[in-house]
């Protein structure tokens, strides 16, 4: 199948905006059927359009390669619509193989020397200029063959997230990995705080495609060889492109971090502070939102009367809250969720004590 | 129009099911179109089929009379057919005028010397042999052309109801009423408590019609007058009788209570410790269900993970509650409600405010 050879204007970068993910720690207003990418959480727009807004700059960036389920594939297609957004490409996973073979599949659909930055649909970036003058710092380095991960300056001891080590300065903003570490517990998490050396993995690459595929090959033979077999035997349709399925499901399911760049050489950071979240919980999405007077972050058809501190949201029903303080309120149409802002992670409990339902609620 | 005038088998009373309340102190669940009196409570049948469940003794009550909405005519008879309850008469208010003109219309519609037991048609009463015992003690009283009022033993020093201080005994269990007296502030709810000689006005009488009539024409000439066009005037339709809505319209709106009880003479109070409830809040509703081990009542498509002493109902959407302690929780398809325990009188503020919508929410 062809590649992406768009040939106007001078080098840029192609957006590849991962769509694939499923979760349900946003329940229940996030489900198997509808993750968070799809939904609105800040806005009028969804994460998936917000994070394709991001990346609309046209003196930096080219159309994206947009890369989700293919049972998704109409949902994604409707939401860059109505985002105006004209994807170069909608590569659609057969099924879920986690990011590294999906980043394979968006390598192998772009020219050799394409500039990809990869980056999940479902994460919130506050301050898009710092971001965006980020990636343009580090297009150098990967132009010459490097590969950059974007590092997030961390605000507090926070053991949901995985870390980079900063190493030497290679360029102004640009550092040496020293090495990655994986979620650690409240102790690390802290004296990481205190160093100062430390940042968060948002999981935002940049690398030429040829790049990425030759640290596939070595480090990860087999998913290079499954996304290298899917991607022969792709079946275009329109601007979708339809791997197949068969030889997709061989690749093992990893995530690009862990399959290569945990091993790879020649990996810098650029740490940057751009009001980062991966709106992981529904502590972390009031974190991330606007709050009233009272600190309530508030949305839909909701009446809050004497509240402090609240996440009060509301898709379906009329919502009344009073006198609460320190709680998650979340309503849909066919379910509702309330719990303390200190527990709302323990949402996966009641997901996983709901999940035999089979009528849509999960 | 005809009078009731049944003749079989000996001397028995009438119960006088007052079922034109309004009110929306069970918001979400009770609605200006929903009140009390039709809503499912404490189990499978509603408010006013349990307490026509409660008079259904063949040996002691005739076929019950009950007085209604106009507006709710349809609600009343389907819930009394399939509670399996043939009332003798359908009264059918044309406007709401609180309970002295509505027990008026009763006491018109029957025949002189018929006994009449008026009672709320949205009250909780666990111990209905209790109920009917005392019922049963006071109707000697009542056949002689005393009234008779049924007061409820205190378990609390409760400022929401009215009370009745009793006087001298004149039989077992039957005491002079000394006074009524309004609903008291904490200090007086304390001292009759202390005081042990006071009891909740239940809003239960026990009266002759034509006893009842005689106190309506000496204290509320208006009342009666009033009364006594809108029945002269009245039409029938099979089972239903519709009072003449422009008479009826100018029967000043007072209680009975206010209007003749507190007034009359040869008053006597029934007390009686019966599981009598009101259920005029959601801590009256919580503290009348039965609880789990972890003291919280849960009925409907509800998930509680360790909660402790919290109501949580649904008539609509899951409701998934996580830690949550003392808060009510009431779901609804269209309207969802949290309040703590405490503060669910404060349900009122939520209404007030929510008054203008027009949607059905309210």
Not at 15 to 37: H, I, N
Not at 300 to 326: H, M, N, R
């Amino acid at each position: 199948v062809a590649t992406a050879t768009e040939t106007e204007g001078p080098r840029r970068i192609t957006p590849v905006l991962l769509c694939g993910g499923s979760g349900t720690r946003l329940w229940p207003l996030s489900r198997r059927a509808t993750p968070k990418q799809f939904l609105c959480l800040t806005g009028d727009e969804t994460m998936l359009q917000q994070t394709a807004g991001r990346v609309r700059d046209e003196a930096l960036f080219r159309r994206p390669l947009v890369i989700g389920a293919a049972t998704q594939a109409d949902e994604i297609a409707k939401q860059l619509a109505e985002a105006a957004v004209v994807p170069f490409r909608l590569i659609l996973e057969p099924c879920a193989r986690n990011t590294a073979p999906a980043v394979a599949l968006a390598a192998l659909a772009s020219a050799a020397d394409d500039l990809l930055l990869v980056m999940p649909s479902d994460s919130l970036i506050a301050d898009a200029d710092a971001f965006r003058a980020g990636v343009a710092l580090a297009s150098g380095w990967a132009e010459q063959g490097g590969l950059v991960t974007f590092g997030v300056r961390p605000d507090r001891a926070e053991t949901g997230y995985g870390y980079v080590k900063r190493g030497a300065e290679i360029a102004p903003g640009l550092f040496e990995v020293d090495r990655f570490v994986e979620k650690p517990d409240q102790a690390r998490a802290e004296s990481f705080l205190r160093d100062g050396g430390y940042d968060w993995n948002a999981g935002i690459f940049l690398f030429r495609a040829d790049v990425l595929l030759g640290v596939l090959r070595t480090f990860a033979p087999d998913i290079y060889a499954a996304a290298a077999a899917a991607h022969a035997a792709a079946r275009a349709d329109g601007d979708r492109l339809l791997p197949d399925a068969d030889a997709f499901a061989r690749a093992p399911p990893l995530s690009l971090d862990y399959a290569v760049m945990e091993k790879a050489e020649r990996i810098a950071v650029v740490p940057l502070d751009m009001g980062w979240s991966d709106v992981g919980s529904w502590q972390a999405l009031y974190e991330a939102l606007s709050k009233d007077g009272d600190d309530n972050a508030v949305s839909g058809d909701v009446l809050p009367i004497d509240c402090q501190a609240c996440l009060l949201k509301s898709d379906g029903p009329l919502v009344t809250a009073i006198g609460l303080k320190d709680l998650v309120v979340v309503a849909t149409r066919d379910a509702v969720l309330i719990v303390s802002r200190e527990d709302s992670q323990r949402v996966r409990e009641a997901v996983e004590r709901l999940a035999g339902r089979g009528d849509g609620t999960v």
